[in-house]
Each structure stands twice: as C-alpha cells, then as structure tokens.
C-alpha cells in the first residue's frame, strides 16, 4: 500500500487540482530541512559539553550540506523518475532518523555518532528534500518560476526563523548538557516528521499536456538566454554554461554560509570588549534575523528575476555582496547597525541565489530533467558548505591562537570571500546560450514524454 501511494503514477493531480497548493507542499518540507541553518545554536552547547573545538563543531553542518549535494546529484534522476512524493517522503525518513541518530549521540557523548546522525544521514534527508519540488513546481509554474521556486526555497531559508529561537529555548529548559542537547535532538526529529507528512500527503504532478491558462511556451523566448529547447542532464554537464553557473552558485554561497554557520558566536566575538557587547540571546535573535532576511530573499528576489533576468540578478548578489563584505571589513566592531544590516543584505543575496539557480537553469536547460541538472549543481554547494565554514572557523581558531580578538578573528576571511564573489561574479559574465548540438531533437522530447 506504501509503495502503491508513493508511486509518480498515483500522485497525478486530477483536472480541478489548483497549482497553489504545491508551494504550501514543498514548504511543508523545506522549512523543516532549513533548521540545518540555525545549528550555530547548537554549537556553543556541543563545544561545553564535549570539549570541541570551534572548527569541529562544525562538521555536523558541514557534512550534512556535503551530503545534501552529493544525495541531490545522484538522486536527482530517481527524484524525476520517481516524483516528489517519494522523494518528500525518503527525505523525511532520513532527517528525522538524523535527530534520533544525534539524540543517542549526544547523550552517551559520542559526537561521532552526532556526525553520523546529523551530518550524514540527515544530510541525506536535506539534499533528496531540497529538490523534491523543484522540478514540479517549475512544470506548476512555468509562467513564473522564479517566484515558484523562490516561494518554496524560502522555507529552507527560513527553517532557522523557527528553529533557532526554539531550539534556544529547548537548551534553556533542558539544559546544555549532554542529557539536554539529547532531549532536544530528539524532540526535534519527532516534530519535523509529523511535519514533513503534510507535504507528502499533499504533493501532486500536473497531468500531461497540462498548462495554464493563457500561457503560450513560444511567449518564454521573450527574453535572451531563454530557451524553449531542452538539454539531458548527462549533456548538460558537458557544456561551458554549466559549469560557469557551477562557480557562480558555489563562490555566492560559501560567501554566506560562512556568516550563516557561525552566525552566533561571530556576533559575540565581534561586539566582545565593547560598550555594546552581544549576549547568547541577542546573538541567537541575531541568527533568526539572517534567517528572516535568507527566507524573504529568495522570494523577494527571484521574483524580481522573472522581470530583469537572471543574469543581472546575479550580477547583483555577486558584485553589490563583494562591495558589503568591503564595507564589514573597513568598519570593524564601531558600527553594530552597519554589520548587522550588512550581514542580512549578504544573507538575502545567499538565499536569493538558491531560489534564482532552478529557473536559470530552466533557461539555460529547458524543462526536461531540470530536476537532475540542479541536483547536479548542487555539488557546488557541497563544496561551499565545506569551503566557507573553513576558511571562517579555521582563520578564527589560528587569530584566536595568536592571541588576537574581536574583527580581527575574521577579517582575512571577509578579504577572502571578496575575492571569489569576484570570481563568481566574472564567471556569470562568461555565460552565454547553450549551443544547439546539446539540445534534444524535437522527437526525441516528445516520446519521452509519452513514455512517462
């Protein structure tokens, strides 16, 4: 019976199935997943209560995200053959297992088993979920995908708007020893299955030939670099345009997600020793806000790509995100408003950058097995998550070592992330058409898509 609900073929949406109810699908699952982006409230307690250093501390975070880019790669195509619900499904096993996994970690103090746990199964659950709706919404929605994606992608980001200020609170009430963190590892796996079923009850596939109304594909060309041709995810890989978009989507996020992983105690080092210095509530409240401004930049600003094209929004997370680093690294610790504003433009334009990827995908790659392709994107981000918390734990942990305090823990890694958001921002200026001998022959698209 599982396995029959499970199946692509029993989740097709009957004729008066309204496609707005797929956002609220894929929402229910990325908002869950988003919770790896509030694990710097996790990290202090786990540095405590087990003696660990700042760098591994973060490896949790750092082999879940390499995980999410390896399971998206090479589950893309299952995720395509079989549909969303499967995958909706095999990621919410995987995620919450993670949290029970971690829970028996943390409280019999073997942290390895909380690398195990959260890092590599959860890591598992967090890539196969990530990209369980994206290719469905951009079939839902092929008028508007970047606000499609956008819309379900800011769940992710904002998983850690619910989660940090409520895993701050588990730790408050059940302490920050091992026993605590495990009773709140636990609950958390507990919760987030419940939640992620919702999506997988509700998830559905349009019908064949399937459109809205008054949407005319030819109209899609209005734009240059839109295509209505479509490329194989094995062809894709072959050309330039994939692996420009690969530098882009890596370089834009390892400039985030060093923020974003030690958001809390960077704050509190930053400001310590000043008039204004930043407790562990402040900073935890300071962790939601990224989240908050991660979640609505990918709506605000895939969105806006839909209207002024994906390479120039690119164009601005990349060159305007080099400029805000500069400006942190020339202010230092005398302005608490200008870092913290400055860190959420960065963080919106982190978040921004994996909502917009799928639709210039699209563009670049047709609809057909876009989901593959953007799994296989996604290795980027493997990279990144394990590029960006380095540079900045690694950097923090040798300044601290020689003595140093305050900005001076992380400038050089600010300096640095300038440097490949200019790189990023060169390899965005490189990306032109796909030539035609990658796309697939007109025939060739229309049988298998009869074959499905």
Known sequence: MAVTFLDRSHSIAPPDWSR?????????????????????????????ALGLSGTLSALPFQLGIVMLGLSAAFGGTLVERNGPRWAMFVSMTCFSTGFVVSALGAFTSQYWLVVLGYGLIGGV??????????STLIKWFPDRPGMATGIAIMGFGGGALIASPWSSQMLESFGSTPSGIGTSFLIHGVVYAVFMSLGVFLVRVPAEGWKPKGWEPAAAKARSMITTANVSAANAIKTP???CLWVVLCFNVTAGIGILEKASPMITDFFRGTSVPVGA????????LLSLTNMLGRFVWSSTSD??????IYRMYLGVGALLYLVIALVGNSSKVVFILAAMVILSFYGAGFATIPAY???????Y?????????????????VLGPLIVNAIADSQKRAGKQGPDLYTTSFYIMIALLVIG?????LVRPVSAKYHEPESADAAREEAK
């Open 281 to 288: 509530t402040a900073a935890a409240g300071f962790v939601a």
């Open 361 to 367: 995908l699209k563009d670049m790659f047709g609809t």
């Open 369 to 385: 097995q876009v989901g593959a392709i953007h799994g296989r994107l996604l290795t980027a981000w493997s990279a990144a998550g």
């Open 20 to 48: 707005w109810l797929i956002p609220p699908a894929a929402l229910s699952v990325h908002l869950a997943i988003g919770q790896a982006y509030a694990w710097s409230v996790f990290k202090p307690p786990l540095e405590k």
């Open 241 to 243: 345009q994939f692996w």
């Open 425 to 429: 921002f060169v390899a965005n200026e």
């Open 307 to 312: 209207f002024i094209g994906r390479k120039n």
């Open 125 to 134: 659950g967090l890539g196969i979920g990530y990209i369980s709706p994206v």
